[in-house]
């Protein structure tokens, strides 16, 4: 009885407060109301399916070889040159292209374009959807990037008259963004679906090489022939509240950086026509050099949002000696970016390119692991690379919940992009479909190359 009258007491006094007060109230109220309605709404990765080629479309080293010492378009030395570049490529006999490329003479077509397109897209998606038990009528924002390849009707037009989507569906086809489209296209996801809430979004990552393939003679446009392969990813991401216990990941940064301002940097990888119009991408011997500055310039946006304290404080002391000191080598801190994550997906753009990532982030080789195994299992599958990568850590068993992955994406512009995801849910190991019987043994995890 003493307990109930004292809440009616309380509720007495604070009834008592609001007449007395109406007009303050009724602005708390509001404010709060308002702060509630302005807050960002959390965005989940609730799963992703990668496309596992078949064993028919392999490119085995020697059937490389074939093809290009029947090219009569290559003179000697350009296949002297191309057989040296494959073989320091970093990739198995795995790798894999699509059927129409490896028929000679090579039948490049709109036709066979298609067929690839609708082969590894339509793969991917109904995996996805299947896995999930999602309708495809749920999905509210369908988003595919494609870098060289943007028919008529787009290939979201596709996917949406594939899989009878509505007609209300926001779609968003992106080209000409690289390898680093993946992370753009979850970006626009993100600004999205914090816009129209309790949403449901579809992306798909994917580069199809049949009108891609270059049948010239220049060495620096015939590079692309060597390292990428047939690939293509879908991911699941969603607004809604009821999918954080089901999700695995939510996004925790993205930070987007662009060198087009720079004319070595935007003149990098490059689409032209060569003597004898074909249209090819080169890819310049600086590329190196212009991934390193354009990760330098993301790391510094990014490091403030991830790196503890600890880490930030002695790089700015480490800068603050070398402009005050007399030594003028001192070196600049490099933070320990093992305190900010656990796992990392570095994008499977060519040997050289992630070691040269993986020196300037001082990374060991557990942390390029993921990367090397994707180049050597799949090769360079575009802006879809890092999504395998993702999905070896998980097929390995080493994502637990609390664990941070930091992906980094790199593409023509040029680019370089980065999403931070925290894992939420368990995640298993689901990424071990598509790499079912192609881990190496235990103990060779990662191949030397």
């Known amino acids: 009885m003493a307990s109930s009258r004292h809440v009616l007491g309380l509720l007495g006094v604070v009834l008592a407060f609001a007449h007395r007060h109406f007009p303050l109230v009724m602005l708390g109220l509001v404010a709060i109301f308002f702060l509630v309605s302005k807050r960002k709404a959390s965005v989940y990765l609730l799963d992703f399916?990668?496309?596992?080629?078949?064993?028919?479309?392999?490119?085995?080293?020697?059937?490389?070889?074939?093809?290009?010492?029947?090219?009569?378009?290559?003179?000697?030395?350009?296949?002297?040159?191309?057989?040296?570049?494959?073989?320091?490529?970093?990739?198995?006999?795995?790798?894999?292209?699509?059927?129409?490329?490896?028929?000679?003479?090579?039948?490049?077509?709109?036709?066979?374009?298609?067929?690839?397109?609708?082969?590894?897209?339509?793969?991917?998606?109904?995996?996805?959807?299947?896995?999930?038990?999602?309708?495809?009528?749920?999905?509210?924002?369908?988003?595919?990037?494609?870098?060289?390849?943007?028919?008529?009707?787009?290939?979201?037009?596709?996917?949406?008259?594939?899989?009878?989507?509505?007609?209300?569906?926001?779609?968003?086809?992106?080209?000409?963004m690289g390898c680093s489209a993946g992370v753009v296209s979850v970006g626009l996801a993100q600004d999205l679906l914090r816009v129209h809430k309790n949403s449901?979004?579809?992306?798909?990552?994917?580069?199809?090489?049949?009108?891609?393939?270059?049948?010239?003679?220049?060495?620096?446009?015939?590079?692309?022939?060597?390292?990428?392969?047939?690939?293509?990813?879908?991911?699941?991401?969603?607004?809604?509240?009821?999918?954080?216990?089901?999700?695995?990941?939510?996004?925790?940064?993205?930070?987007?950086?662009?060198?087009?301002?720079?004319?070595?940097?935007?003149?990098?990888?490059?689409?032209?026509?060569?003597?004898?119009?074909?249209?090819?991408?080169?890819?310049?011997?600086?590329?190196?050099?212009?991934?390193?500055?354009?990760?330098?310039?993301?790391?510094a946006s990014l490091g403030p949002l991830v790196l503890p304290y600890t880490e930030q404080c002695r790089y700015a002391w480490s800068i603050i000696k070398r402009k005050l000191g007399t030594r003028r080598k001192t070196e600049i801190y490099v933070p320990n970016f093992r305190r900010a994550f656990e796992h990392f997906c570095i994008h499977a753009g060519g040997k050289s390119v992630i070691d040269a990532i993986g020196k300037n982030l001082k990374l060991g080789e557990e942390a390029l692991e993921a990367s090397k195994m994707t180049l050597y299992k799949f090769g360079n599958t575009s802006a879809s690379s890092i999504w395998y990568e993702l999905a070896y850590i998980e097929a390995k068993g080493r994502v637990k919940v609390g664990d941070r992955i930091w992906q980094i994406a790199l593409g023509s512009g040029f680019k370089c992009n980065s999403a931070v995801w925290r894992c939420i849910n368990h995640a298993g190991s689901q990424g071990a479909e598509v790499w079912e019987g192609?881990?190496?043994?235990?103990?060779v995890d990662a191949p030397q190359i």
């Not at 192609?438 to 103990?443: F, P, V």
């Open 49 to 176: 399916n990668c496309y596992r080629p078949p064993d028919s479309f392999r490119l085995p080293k020697c059937m490389f070889q074939e093809h290009l010492f029947l090219d009569e378009k290559v003179d000697q030395k350009s296949k002297a040159f191309l057989s040296k570049i494959f073989e320091k490529a970093g990739f198995s006999e795995e790798t894999s292209i699509p059927p129409s490329i490896t028929e000679l003479p090579i039948k490049k077509s709109l036709s066979s374009a298609l067929e690839e397109a609708e082969t590894v897209i339509f793969s991917v998606v109904h995996g996805l959807l299947r896995k999930n038990n999602v309708s495809p009528r749920s999905i509210d924002i369908l988003i595919c990037n494609s870098t060289m390849f943007c028919p008529t009707p787009s290939l979201t037009a596709m996917v949406v008259n594939k899989f009878g989507m509505r007609s209300n569906i926001q779609s968003y086809n992106l080209s000409g």
């Open 200 to 299: 449901l979004a579809l992306i798909i990552s994917t580069e199809i090489l049949n009108m891609n393939w270059y049948k010239g003679k220049n060495t620096s446009m015939l590079i692309t022939n060597c390292l990428f392969r047939m690939g293509s990813a879908a991911l699941l991401m969603s607004s809604r509240d009821q999918d954080k216990k089901a999700a695995k990941y939510e996004l925790q940064h993205l930070v987007r950086t662009t060198r087009a301002h720079d004319d070595q940097s935007y003149a990098c990888v490059y689409q032209d026509v060569d003597s004898e119009d074909e249209i090819g991408v080169s890819i310049s011997k600086s590329i190196v050099n212009v991934a390193g500055d354009a990760l330098k310039a993301n790391v």
């Open 438 to 443: 192609k881990m190496e043994a235990d103990g």
